[in-house]
Every structure is written in C-alpha cells, then in structure tokens.
C-alpha cells in the first residue's frame, strides 16, 4: 500500500478553489522535506500505528525512555495527559510507549498529521480553527474511545509549547476537556512530563508571528522540519501516579482551573513526576 505524501494532493484538498505559484509547492517540498519522509513511507507496509510509530524512532535512529509506565495496572482504562513540547513526535511516541503496554490507545493529532495513514488507527484528528459541526464530531470521537477500552491521549494545551516572556518554553493555558470527561467516564487521569524542545529558530518564529500580530499559526508548517532535526536524540517521558477522578468532580474549582492545576504540577515535579526511575520502556 502507499502511503507517500505529495504535497500538490494536500494543497488540492486543503485549498480547492486556490491556485497556488508553483516555486511555494517547490518551497513547501522542502520545508516538509518531502523525498525524505516518502523514502521511509515508500518502503512501509504495516497499518498498525503503534508499530509505525515505533518504525519513526528507527527511522530517525532516536528514542524514548518512559519511566513509572510499567507501572500502571493493564486492566485500567486511563485518560493520559501531556505537556505538548515537540507537537507531533511527542504524540506519536507517547501512542507508541502507550500502545505497546496496553492493548489499545488514541491520541488526539492535528489532522495533517493523518495524510500519514498508518498513524488514522490511533489518531484523532483535529481540524484547527475548525467549525462546530467538527467540533461535535470529534467530541464524538473521544466519547467513543472513553466508551470502550481504549487508553486515551490528550494534550491540553492543544498546540505545542511556545516561548513565553518571563516563563520561557512552556505549554500555553489546558483546556478543560480531560477534566470533564474524567469525570464523565470515571477514568483516573495519568499526568506526563515530555522532556524535549524544538529548534531555537521554530520558537523565534512563533513569537515574531505573534508580535506581528499575525494570526495565522504560519511555524506549524515548520513541524516537519521539527521532526528532521529530531534524528539521533533522546527523549524522555516521566509518568506520575493517577489521579482520582473524583479529584476533579470539585464543585468550588472551574473545569479550566483544574486543568491548569494538573499543568502547573507537571511543570513543577517535570522528572520527579516519576518517584521511581530505576526502570524504564524504550521505544526506539
């Protein structure tokens, strides 16, 4: 089957009605690095996701150690919630560690990253800026993973983390979602610390944009780029210990506020999430 990315067909889907000058296909090839990942795509036969994502760390020749994931009981179905610093490898990773310890798992991606085919079985796509009929649709979704015995990944803050001022590289502010549903589904909720960052020039970037005033999120299309650099690094992943559901059925705190409460423990603990590291899963 293949599974190669052409970047005229995503343009023709994505933006029908537009014609677009032929030296920014040209330019978009490159960004994306387009020979590159369809050298690795051409030779893919397998759909299942978790072992593609498992074939992306042995294709990058990189890592990932999760420490306290041996932890957790295999018979409990959990909602996994992480900060979001690389903004695709995180994800695909985490589904991969995730995936190989359970016997199933989603994470939500942004829906570019689903012209990567394998990775439709265990991804969720969302559509940025999306309207609320798409909106109702993938709430549909995550409800029907929390209905079954899937894992469940999320990562609150929605896009990967940015350069803030006075803060430095940080998630933005959680959305509530995770808490809501805990609660709605009566899942324990696992909080991750991701050890990783992207290029010093993808957070310059995002932060010229923004001075600019410029609304559209124009460094995602860097997150390949992103990727590319990511060959011959490791990453880490601390898993803390789940957390009640009941925690967040708190009648005196907003949804919004617990969501950030779990984010501010996470970056505070960040390694210490894990109270024992003497074990590990590697994915690579």
Not at 250 to 264: D, G, H, Y
Request: a positive charge; aromatic letters at 12%.
């Amino acid at each position: 089957m293949n599974f190669e990315i052409h970047i005229e067909r995503v343009l023709q889907e994505k933006l029908p009605n537009k014609k677009i000058p032929s030296f920014l296909v040209w330019l978009l090839k490159k960004i994306i690095h387009q020979d590159w990942m369809n050298r690795f795509l051409s030779s893919y036969t397998n759909e299942d996701g978790v072992q593609f994502s498992k074939d992306v760390m042995g294709y990058l020749n990189s890592k990932m150690e999760c420490f306290g994931l041996e932890k957790l009981p295999k018979d409990e179905q959990f909602i996994f919630v992480s900060n979001h610093p690389l903004g695709g490898l995180d994800g695909v990773s985490l589904a991969g560690a995730i995936g190989s310890h359970f016997s199933g798992v989603k994470f939500l991606i942004n829906d570019l990253l689903l012209y990567l085919k394998p990775l439709r079985s265990i991804g969720i796509g969302i559509k940025v800026g999306g309207k609320a009929k798409q909106a109702k649709s993938l709430s549909d979704q995550v409800d029907e993973v929390l209905s079954s015995d899937q894992q469940m990944i999320m990562f609150p803050a929605g896009m990967c983390s940015r350069y803030q001022r006075g803060i430095g590289i940080q998630d933005l502010d959680w959305k509530k979602t995770f808490v809501s549903k805990a609660v709605q589904y009566k899942r324990r909720v696992v909080p991750i610390y991701y050890n990783g960052r992207n290029s010093t020039f993808f957070y310059a970037l995002a932060f010229i944009r923004k001075s600019l005033g410029i609304k559209v999120n124009i460094e995602m299309l860097f997150l390949v780029d992103e990727l590319y650099k990511s060959q011959n690094k490791t990453f880490k992943a601390y898993f803390g210990e789940p957390i009640d559901w009941q925690y967040f059925d708190n009648k005196e705190k907003s949804p919004k506020a617990l969501a950030n409460e779990i984010k501010r423990l996470i970056y505070s603990k960040k390694e210490n999430l894990c109270q024992d590291k003497s074990k590990s899963i590697i994915l690579q």
